[in-house]
């Protein structure tokens, strides 16, 4: 019976369509893809934390290189009104070299806050540099994660489109009162209620098929296995 057969090639056609779909869901890497995103962002957060306060620290360094200009000048303006000769009163230029000695101490502990910033600040630019290349790298494998991903997505959905397609297509040329037969089978016998007689035997259960049966398969009868309750059929 030809609409048995076509019903037997549409339900492997269902058969494969359901093993695509599982094996999509079992190998998607949606979650990992999605966990990578979620690390990407938190590293991206953590550099450009980094990125403002080594800009701090840049702000910071610029503020103390222009107050160690600033306290140079007030030291040599001291020295020379210290060494020019037109002040001759000790009380007065007593208070010069202690001025001295205070804004050359002032000078030392800003030269020492500079030299520290500095140091600060190229050990953080390094670090930023490394964190730089490092983020750019997680973003490209990323990126390309996601492009194959949507590339096997795409080309699944379209085998199942195809699959479903030529699956309707059988189903549409099958007589409707053997389809609904069919998709009452279905209903207890899941995605194989069609079976094809294998050596006098059922393919679906293995049990063999009684005589009675196998002529009303040869006589072009619509039968049913008498063990499982699968319509039976010989493929050509």
Known sequence: ???????????????EYTKLEEKEKRESNFDSLKEEKNALETRMKAYKEKKQHHNALDKDLKAKEMDYKEISDKLADHKKELYDGENNNPK???????????????????????LKLTEEQEILSDNLTKKKKELQEGRTSYEKQVKQYLKRKAKTKRKLVGLMKEYQ?????????????????????????????????????????????????RHQELAYCENCGRLLFFKD
Do not use: F
């Open 169 to 217: 297509r059988l189903i549409d040329e099958v007589d409707p009162d053997l389809v609904k037969r069919y998709e009452r089978k279905k209903r207890s016998l899941g995605n194989t209620a069609v079976a094809i007689v294998q050596e006098q035997t059922c393919s679906g259960c293995r049990v063999d098929i009684s005589p009675v049966v196998l002529k009303e398969i």
């Open 1 to 15: 019976m030809k609409d048995l057969e076509k019903l037997w090639h549409a339900q492997n056609l269902l058969t």
């Open 92 to 114: 007065e230029l007593q208070n010069i070299e202690q001025q001295i000695d205070s804004t050359k101490q002032e000078l030392d502990n800003n030269e020492e806050r500079v």
